[in-house]
């Protein structure tokens, strides 16, 4: 199923409205557009709402992520559209499906590595990008069918190894929810309806590991 990407509506008019409203652009896959869940319970959905009673004046100009694509799907088609957004703050989640797929450690890399430079041009600060690492999907009812007989954690985990060295390397945060994202295996409450995504439930906790993070940013 193709997740569609939301963009807010134009500018008002007022000069102090245009000033100091954030473009927030949230790119990644299927765990960022929400597949299995309603737009409202999509964690960067969570996270705009949480931030606006905090008193930050941010909306979401663009989420072109889609289930099941990799990095280089998002270098060919979501780059494009981050850029075209304007942004002022963005979160990126993506490499499960490239471990999925097959791609190999020092592709994803590459790929991984050119997506946070070229998403970096289009900000002010390092600080205006926030990365959250891959969860286990292998926790889920349904994730066991895509391992093609591959340990599912332990090559998440080395993904997740490239993710945080890639940041670290750029001086970005990274907000981790692997280790919470295996509470799924437990509690079915969870696991959306389709047995592999997230479910609402899930996303907000997710939310609340990503909330202080871009909080402690943008105030």
């Not at 998403?119 to 391992?147: Q, R, W």
């Amino acid at each position: 199923m193709l997740g569609m990407y939301c963009t807010s509506p134009a500018k008002t008019s007022d000069s102090n409205t245009s000033k100091t409203m954030i473009r927030y652009a949230a790119i990644g896959d299927s765990y960022t557009i929400g597949e299995a869940v309603a737009e409202e319970e999509r964690w960067p959905n969570l996270l705009v709402g949480h931030l606006r009673e905090a008193g930050v004046e941010i909306e979401i100009v663009a989420n072109p992520s889609v289930t099941g694509w990799t990095t280089q799907d998002l270098i060919d088609k979501e780059l494009p559209v981050y850029r075209d957004s304007d942004p002022h703050f963005a979160t990126l989640l993506i490499g499960v499906n490239d471990w999925v797929q097959g791609f190999s450690k020092e592709r994803f890399r590459e790929n991984l590595g050119y997506i946070m430079d070229e998403m970096l041009k289009e900000l002010e600060s390092n600080n205006h990008l926030v990365i959250i690492n891959v969860p286990d999907f292998g926790a889920t009812p349904e994730g066991p069918k895509y391992s093609k007989g591959r340990d599912i954690s332990a090559g998440l985990t080395e993904f997740n190894e490239i993710i945080a060295d890639e940041a670290a390397k750029r001086q970005l945060s990274v907000v981790d929810v692997f280790e919470l994202s295996q509470d799924m295996k437990n509690k079915p409450e969870l696991v959306a309806s389709d047995g592999l995504h997230p479910s609402a439930k899930e996303y907000v906790i997710w939310e609340q590991l990503i909330l202080p993070v871009v909080r402690e940013k943008l105030m």
